[in-house]
């Protein structure tokens, strides 16, 4: 006597090779290899309906909790994003996922993803299911044995001491002059350039405190230069912002990341260099220069606010390459 459940696979089976075997006797023969195979199993059907996730909950305690160990906003806008997407997407409780079922919806979402993208994903789960294992949410990490994928690496040309230079003539205002000089001479990213204020500087010992990921502060130093571009800079001022960089015309409101972004990428095509040149690809060039000067990893990962010292590696695997490219190139 087959159950119920065994019965209604038997015939969505049956119907969905119907379209190849069309034959009703073919049908029967067919019908009857799967009744015999089946025969030995208890089948039972999902009930989907009666399932209640509570991932959302999770994910709304999680990202309350990260924000409290002091993620970025940005950061968290990411996470939420990304977990958000899995919650829709995941109907069960999250003690009942299995590294199978992150697999499956792994393998549906990220079919048409960059591999960094890719990378994202699985870094997001991994940290989320990471953390409610450790709050003894689950029992165990389905997401411990996901690998993220390999990833190309690219291979960012630094400015050339030339290029710089050329970048720096083509400067026509004195701000265009002060934001280059200080992007160059800092190795600031963008958005801590945006928001330091002139009150941060430190003008005697040419230094300043800023603001960087995981509002984690840290010192940073600027040249004769900068500080000379600065002060012209600041002489031309007629507002009273707090910010150190603003728009030059109406109210004078902070500059913002694309007004900067925008600004760079014309002094770059009035200086007519034909690669894409943009902040962090100044930030880039400083800390290839750095290296090249003889500066130690730890100091580097220091002044660059990078917490792992993993990411400040890569400068120095970047630079190998760039090495390792020129050689070949003249060969």
């Not at 709304?60 to 997407?89: E, P, V």
């Not at 690496?153 to 970048?167: D, F, G, T, V």
Request: aromatic share 8%; net charge positive.
């Amino acid at each position: 006597m087959y159950s119920n459940c065994i019965e209604e696979v038997v015939i969505k089976l049956v119907g969905k090779l119907s379209l190849e075997f069309k034959e009703y006797k073919e049908q029967l023969k067919i019908r009857g290899i799967i009744e015999k195979v089946l025969y030995e199993y208890d089948i039972t059907p999902k009930e989907k309906a009666l399932v209640v996730s509570d991932i959302e909950e999770k994910i709304a305690i999680y990202i309350a909790s990260k924000k409290l160990d002091g993620l970025s906003y940005k950061t968290l806008k990411g996470y939420k994003y990304n977990l958000s997407i899995f919650a829709s997407y995941m109907h069960k409780t999250v003690a009942t996922i299995s590294t199978i079922d992150l697999r499956m919806y792994l393998a549906q979402r990220c079919k048409d993803m960059k591999p960094s993208s890719v990378n994202t994903t699985i870094s997001h789960l991994k940290s989320f299911f990471g953390w409610l294992n450790d709050e003894e949410y689950i029992p165990k990490n389905p997401a411990k044995k996901l690998k993220q994928t390999k990833q190309p690496k690219r291979l960012r040309n630094a400015l050339s001491e030339e290029e710089l230079i050329i970048l720096k003539a083509a400067c026509k205002s004195e701000r265009e002059k002060a934001l280059i000089e200080f992007f160059s001479s800092t190795g600031c990213r963008l958005s801590e350039v945006v928001n330091i204020n002139i009150a941060d500087i430190n003008w005697s010992e040419k230094s300043l405190k800023v603001i960087g990921k995981g509002d984690k502060q840290r010192i940073v130093y600027f040249d004769v230069k900068t500080k000379i571009a600065l002060e012209k800079y600041l002489e031309t001022r007629t507002d009273n912002n707090e910010a150190l960089f603003v728009v030059g015309k109406g109210n004078h409101k902070r500059l913002g990341q694309r007004s900067i972004q925008r600004e760079i990428k014309n002094i770059a095509q009035r200086a007519g260099i034909e690669k894409s040149i943009y902040p962090h690809l100044l930030r880039h060039t400083f800390a290839t220069k750095k290296l090249n000067n003889g500066m130690a990893l730890p100091t580097l990962q220091h002044i660059m606010g990078h917490e792992s010292p993993a990411t400040t590696q890569i400068y120095a695997e970047l630079m190998e390459e760039n090495i390792k490219y020129e050689y070949r190139r003249v060969s």
